[in-house]
């Protein structure tokens, strides 16, 4: 992380200076341009007043004094008639340089080019004399890249010095972004005082936190809701075994108690059996193979197997609808409805109705399962999805609920992304649905 900010700050650094480079080069050079300009004007001013005092003889006592400056005196036709550098008689006519035409013309002239004599840029500025011959004074310009050149060392300097302090920037930087997460409470992740980027992260492990948690607070209710359920019948079963062994019996009332054995076994074995599905469904099930099963076939064969049941209780059961194949956990789903059903007749009132009904809605495959039971009081409609939830406590014996049945139909909802809703009237019946997703076909992928 350290070498990308650096990396980063490295790049911007180093266009920086570059940009920064260019365009004080370019500055520089301009200024130290108008410098130069006005100071070989005034110097040509200066040189103009001394021939105006003294003549033109004053010229030939330059030639040993400047070294910087070239004075020249061009005549009318533009012969050179003196020059500080060179001998006259070598020079061509001057008639045709900008500033002497421009001098000749309106007074003074001036130009910037490469010297044909000196090979150098220079700049020259020329003025008219009293007798019309042309005084012009050049002074060698230092170019762009020579100005660029001589702060060179001084950029190099500069860049130098801010590599060592974006070195030490970004190991600061980092360190400080760093040390808040090394020492970050994630128990309590909401209580660190840190910068506001890393409260997504924070709030994201929260959540985490609270949800596992819930789960551990769940697993630890559930087993002790278990081994309570799983004591009291067996407290029954130890009891009636006891009495009997004593021999306080009548042997008349013998099969009676025998049956009460029996039966609180068999709820001993329901509910283990109860629990040994909803501990599959907890294992996620990736073991469990779907596979295209009709929904239809399976809500009649549960239908019929309860059949005995509806029968001692005098339901009346019917199951319409339509066939339709849907890609599931055939296990699961049986289970699924054959709880709903079995419900929909123990909850039910002598002679009593259930009507089931399964088919393809626009949404997706749907089971309704609509009966005219005791109905579920309105406050108990949103637990009675919870593991052990009974409605009526006192009387789950004799209908034989584990309060595991609807745990068992939620989980697998779940496992199916299907949805399960329950509308109910106390004393008129209770209707169940299950919605399953709607498959997306082949063509329209
Ligand atoms: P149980 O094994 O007790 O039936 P469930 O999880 O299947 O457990 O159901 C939880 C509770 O919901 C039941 O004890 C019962 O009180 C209530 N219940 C479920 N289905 C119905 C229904 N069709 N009509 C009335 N009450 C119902």
Not at 153 to 159: N, S, T
Not at 337 to 356: D, F, L, T
Not at 399 to 413: D, E, Q, R
Request: hydrophobic share 40%.
């Amino acid at each position: 992380m350290r070498a990308r900010i650096q990396k980063s700050m490295i790049l911007i650094l180093a266009v920086t200076l570059l940009i920064s480079y260019g365009l004080v080069s370019l500055i520089v050079y301009r200024q130290s341009l108008d410098i130069l300009k006005s100071d070989v004007r005034q110097e040509a001013r200066y040189i103009q007043k001394a021939i105006e005092i003294s003549g033109t003889q004053y010229l030939e006592q330059l030639d040993e004094v400047d070294v910087d400056t070239r004075v020249t005196r061009i005549g009318t036709d533009g012969n050179v008639l003196y020059d500080s550098r060179r001998d006259e008689s070598t020079l061509d006519n001057h008639k045709d340089r900008v500033e002497v035409r421009a001098a000749l013309k309106s007074g003074t002239g001036e130009d910037v080019r490469m010297s044909d004599t000196v090979r150098k840029e220079l700049y020259y500025y020329a003025v008219l004399l009293d007798d019309g011959t042309v005084l012009r004074v050049a002074r060698n310009v230092d170019s762009l890249v020579s100005t660029a050149l001589q702060m060179f060392p001084v950029m190099v300097g500069i860049a130098l010095l801010m590599l060592v302090l974006v070195y030490l920037l970004a190991r600061w930087q980092t360190a400080k972004l760093i040390q808040p997460i090394n020492e970050l409470d994630i128990e309590h992740p909401l209580d660190n005082a840190i910068y506001e980027e890393l409260t997504p992260l924070l709030s994201a492990i929260d959540k985490q936190n609270k949800e596992k948690d819930a789960v551990a607070n769940m697993r630890k209710e559930f087993s002790a809701n278990v081994s309570h359920e799983l004591k009291t019948p067996l407290t029954s079963i130890s009891g009636y075994a006891e009495i009997m062994k004593n021999g306080l019996v009548r042997p008349q009332d013998i099969q009676n108690f025998s049956e009460r054995i029996y039966k609180e076994a068999r709820r001993l074995i329901t509910l283990v059996e109860d629990i040994i599905k909803l501990s599959k469904l907890d294992e996620a099930s990736v073991e469990l193979e779907k596979q295209e099963v009709n929904l239809y076939d399976i809500t009649r064969e549960v239908v019929s197997r309860l059949s005995m049941q509806a029968a001692a209780k005098k339901v009346q059961m019917s199951v319409q609808g339509e066939p339709v194949v849907y890609r599931g956990i055939r296990q699961i789903l049986d289970e699924m409805v054959y709880n709903i059903c079995e419900n929909a007749i123990k909850y039910n009132v002598e002679g009593g109705k259930v009507s089931v009904w399964v088919g393809n809605t626009l949404d997706g495959p749907k089971l309704s399962v609509i009966d005219t039971g005791i109905g579920i009081p309105e406050e108990h409609l949103d637990r009675i999805f919870e593991r052990f939830y009974r409605v009526d406590k006192s009387h789950s014996k004799e209908t034989g609920g584990t309060g595991l049945g609807l745990s068992i139909v939620k989980h697998g909802a779940l496992l199916h992304n299907a949805k399960v809703t329950v509308e109910s009237t106390v004393g008129a019946g209770t209707k169940i649905e299950i919605r399953f997703p709607r498959e997306v076909s082949e063509t329209e992928k």
